[in-house]
C-alpha cells in the first residue's frame, strides 16, 4: 500500500488480538484440510500489526481456499473465477490506504485466472497474492489441476494426467514479481513469518502454500514437508546463508559446477565454495535456479527467493494522474459530456 504502514507497523506492540480478525461464520472446509491452518497463521499474523481491521480486504475467486474472506472479519469479495487480481488491480489504482490480499489456488490462479495473476505480478501493484497449491481441484471434486504431476490419476484424468505441471515460482519469476516466497501448512510459525514480511514489502508480494486436501489428493506433499523427511527434503532458505541441509553430523551444500549445480557434504573449511542465498540479488537468474532444486538429489527450497525494490504500479498511475492535474487543471465531467469537443461517425 502507498501509506507508510509497511515501514511503521508496529509489531511487538499489536493492538490487535487473533480474535479481531475472526469473522464468527461457520468455517465450511473439510475436518483436516489445510485451508484452516493458513486462516489461522493469517490471523495470528495481522494481529501483530497497527493498522485498522477496516484498512484490510480479501479478494478471492472461486475454489475452497477462495471462501477465506467470509471468515476473515475484514473488508472482502468472493469474486469471479480467476479474476480476483484484476479486481484487487482496480481497487489498489483508487484506495492507497488499503492493505489488500488476494487469495487463490492452484487451479483457480493458474488456469483461468493464470493471464491476470501475471499482469498483477509484471506491474507490480501493492497487492499480497496467497497461493494455496494442493495439486488437485478439491470444490469440484478432484479433477487434476495445472500443478498435479505428470501420471497423476484423478477424476478427470482417470488413466493418469499427461499434461506437464505449472511451478507456481517460475511464473512468480518470469514475471518479475518483487517478493516470491514459499511456506507449507504444517508449519504456522513459518507461515506467520512469510505473510509478515509480504506485509512490509511495497509491491507484489507471491506467496506459494504447499497445502493438503485431505479428501482429494491426500499427503500429496507428504514426501517432502513430512516430519520423517524434513531433514533430508526440505531446505529453509536464510539470505546470506549458505544452503544446508540434513541431520547434525551429515550436513550437505550445494556447489556449482558451471551452471550445474551439485549436492556436496558440507565442509566449514571450504564454505567459500557453496551457494550463498542472496534474496536482494536484482536479476532474477537466482531466484529461478533455487526453483529447479528438487528431490532425491536436492530439498526443495522454502522461504523467501526474491525480494527487490521497484516502483509499483499504483505510485506511477498516482503521479501521472497528479502530473495532468497540475498541467491541465480537474477538469469536469459534465463539461466533457456535453461539450463541442465531438466527432460525427458516418
Request: net charge neutral; aromatic share 8%.
Amino acid at each position: 500500500m502507498s501509506l507508510p504502514i509497511h515501514p511503521d507497523a508496529q509489531e511487538g506492540r499489536p493492538s490487535h488480538s487473533k480474535a479481531d480478525f475472526i469473522s464468527g461464520q461457520d468455517v465450511r472446509w473439510c475436518p483436516g484440510c489445510g485451508d484452516y491452518s493458513i486462516l489461522g497463521a493469517m490471523q495470528q499474523t495481522l494481529a501483530k500489526f497497527d493498522l485498522p481491521t477496516e484498512k484490510y480486504v480479501f479478494i478471492s475467486g472461486i475454489g475452497c481456499s477462495s471462501r477465506f474472506p467470509y471468515y476473515m472479519k475484514t473488508y472482502g469479495m468472493h469474486s469471479i473465477h480467476g479474476r480476483a487480481p484484476a479486481i484487487a488491480s482496480g481497487l489498489r489504482t483508487v484506495r492507497d490506504d488499503l492493505s489488500i490480499w488476494v487469495i487463490t489456488g492452484d487451479g483457480d490462479g493458474l488456469s483461468i485466472g493464470g493471464n491476470h495473476i501475471l499482469h498483477v505480478l509484471r506491474r507490480n501493484l501493492d497487492v499480497n497474492i496467497v497461493l494455496v497449491n494442493n495439486q488437485i481441484y478439491g470444490l469440484t471434486k478432484g479433477q487434476y489441476s495445472p500443478t498435479s504431476p505428470v501420471g497423476q490419476m484423478t477424476r478427470s484424468s482417470p488413466a493418469g494426467s499427461i499434461d506437464y505441471p505449472v511451478n507456481p515460482l517460475c511464473v512468480a519469476i518470469a514475471s518479475e514479481a518483487t517478493f516470491i516466497a514459499r511456506t507449507f501448512d504444517q508449519d504456522p510459525r513459518h507461515m506467520g513469518e512469510i505473510f509478515a514480511r509480504a506485509m512490509k514489502h511495497k509491491g507484489t508480494s507471491f506467496i506459494e502454500v504447499l497445502q493438503n486436501c485431505i479428501v482429494f489428493n491426500d499427503k500429496a506433499h507428504q514426501s517432502v514437508v513430512g516430519r520423517e523427511n524434513r531433514d533430508e527434503r526440505m531446505i529453509y532458505l536464510k539470505h546470506g546463508q549458505p544452503l544446508l541441509w540434513g541431520k547434525e553430523g551429515k550436513k550437505k551444500a550445494v556447489r556449482l559446477k558451471g551452471l550445474h549445480p551439485e549436492a556436496v557434504d558440507y565442509d566449514p573449511a571450504r564454505e567459500k565454495e557453496y551457494l550463498v542465498h542472496d534474496e536482494t540479488d536484482p536479476l532474477p537468474h537466482t531466484a529461478y535456479f533455487l526453483t529447479q532444486l528438487l528431490p532425491p538429489e536436492f530439498p526443495v527450497p522454502f522461504g523467501v527467493f526474491r525480494c527487490i525494490e521497484r516502483p509499483t504500479y499504483d505510485e506511477l498511475l498516482n503521479r501521472q494522474i497528479d502530473e495532468a492535474k497540475n498541467k491541465e487543471g480537474e477538469g469536469n465531467l459534465k463539461d466533457l459530456i456535453y461539450g463541442n469537443d465531438t466527432w460525427t461517425v458516418k
